[in-house]
């Protein structure tokens, strides 16, 4: 594909205007200011619009789509307990391959080209995922509350099957990482097992932290310790980690945190509706920690909106540290996109640059919220929604355009989404 007369953010996230971008084998091939020689194939009329680099969603656990609008006004501790857990005890295999093809296609509908996501049923998850197109960094959710070995636990043989037969697997569109869901519903053998898995298998580690008050205290009243330094010193943070909320972290936490380069996965939707509170991104953002930006489930969110979240991020914390010069549009965008590819070990993705992997998205300007574009960061950020996606590209192939789902059968997905949430409500 050609890109023709298109506006779009650079790789500094600055506006060029009129430019022309070419698209071959699953990269950017050329950027400039008048026609390639070279045929690109279609001809993409880039008029009125505006080219991005496709955004990431780092923290998710996209088959909660089921349970969007059942599980609402309670609680943490009795959201999960309650509703979550009894809801998810019913998922089959088969339940949970619909609901990651609806997550899909509410995520690339506004632009997302790739997720990190925990949860179980993966190998269900990862045919959805190859099927559809998305990018994808897959992780089993490990919960274990009894002094069970992690060889032991089903969670151990799953990951060792996912890895076997899914590991780079789309030409690495889909990357398998392991996984702690947090210090409270696991053990410390556990936890070093996963970590000495994780070290010897060269994966990433995806993990909740810090992401409530009770769940911080508790770990420090159970181990005399914060959960940051919990998992630095059962080997966590020894290979490269997603870290979900962080919003209670304290004092050498952020040093923690900062001299293992983990992501923070932030999470404003999920953390201000189920009332967990704010994490501290002015703090990580100076300590030189990486921050970028997540949907959380759709039973706490509720949608996987990005463009949502990232509205957000750039705005919530401006009013709780009560000053309006926190994060920046450009830095907003940064956490979106180029922080969100390296956290999942993509180091060719999320910029505009000859040669990067052509994960894209192109928003329509010709609308009133987007007139006048005096600065196309701003109104991306504070203006944009999902609505106003028109195409989204992975690897140079589109997913979706002008409404259309070129890879998901989305009237099937829905009803087959809408049958099995009907069932599971109907026996508990």
């Known amino acids: ?25 699953g990269r950017i ?110 992780s089993r959710g490990l919960t274990v509350f009894d002094g069970s070995a992690y ?30 869901h947090g210090e409270y519903t696991s053990s ?27 769940e911080h205290k508790g770990c420090k009243l159970r181990h005399g310790m914060t959960p940051a330094a919990y998992m630095q010193a059962h080997g966590i943070f020894d290979v490269p980690t997603t870290a979900a909320h962080c919003v209670w972290l304290e004092g050498e936490d952020f040093e923690i945190l900062r001299s293992h380069g983990v992501t923070v996965a932030c999470c404003p939707a999920s953390n201000l509706k189920l009332a967990s ?38 705005t919530a914390y401006k009013g709780y540290y009560h000053d309006s010069t926190l994060i920046t549009p450009k830095e907003a965008l940064y956490a979106l996109t180029r922080a969100g590819a390296h956290s999942q070990g993509r180091e060719d993705s999320g910029a505009i640059k000859v040669g990067g992997r052509a994960d894209l998205c192109v928003i329509d300007t010709d609308s009133p919220q987007f007139t006048p574009m005096t600065n196309a960061a701003c109104n991306v950020v504070y203006a944009a929604g999902g609505s106003d996606v028109r195409l989204t590209m992975v690897d140079g192939k589109v997913l979706y355009r002008d409404g259309a789902f070129l890879t998901l059968d989305i009237e099937r997905v829905k009803a087959e989404a809408q049958r099995k949430t009907d069932r599971i409500l109907a026996g508990l």
Request: hydrophobic letters at 40%; one cysteine or more.
């Open 188 to 214: 410390p053998a556990v936890v070093e097992a996963v970590a000495a898995q994780a070290k010897e298998r060269g994966t990433r580690m995806h993990i909740h932290l810090s992401e409530t008050e009770s």
């Open 277 to 314: 509170g704010y994490a501290n991104v002015p703090e990580l953002m100076r300590r030189g920690i990486s921050v970028a930006i997540g949907t959380d489930g759709a039973a706490s969110n509720n949608n996987l909106n990005i463009l949502q979240d990232l509205y957000l991020f750039a």
């Open 151 to 180: 060889e032991q636990i089903q969670a151990y043989r799953d990951n060792e099957e996912l890895l076997r037969d899914y590991q780079g697997a789309g030409d690495g569109r889909l990357t398998i990482d392991l996984c702690i």
């Open 1 to 25: 594909m050609l890109f023709c007369n298109i506006d779009l953010l650079n790789e500094q996230l600055e506006l060029e205007r009129d430019r022309y971008v070419g698209v071959k084998n």
């Open 29 to 138: 091939a050329y950027i400039g200011e008048t026609a390639p020689q070279e045929d690109y194939g279609e001809r993409y009329d880039g008029r009125r619009r505006l080219l991005l680099p496709g955004f990431y969603n780092v923290h998710s656990h996209a088959p909660m789509v089921l349970l969007r609008g059942y599980a609402e006004n309670l609680p943490l501790d009795r959201w999960l307990n309650e509703k979550v857990f009894p809801f998810e005890d019913c998922l089959t295999d088969e339940d949970v391959y619909w609901a990651t093809q609806l997550a899909i296609a509410e995520m690339v509908q506004c632009g997302t080209v790739s997720f990190t996501d925990m949860y179980f049923e993966c190998q269900a998850m990862a045919k959805a995922v190859l099927e559809s197109g998305i990018k994808c960094n897959l």
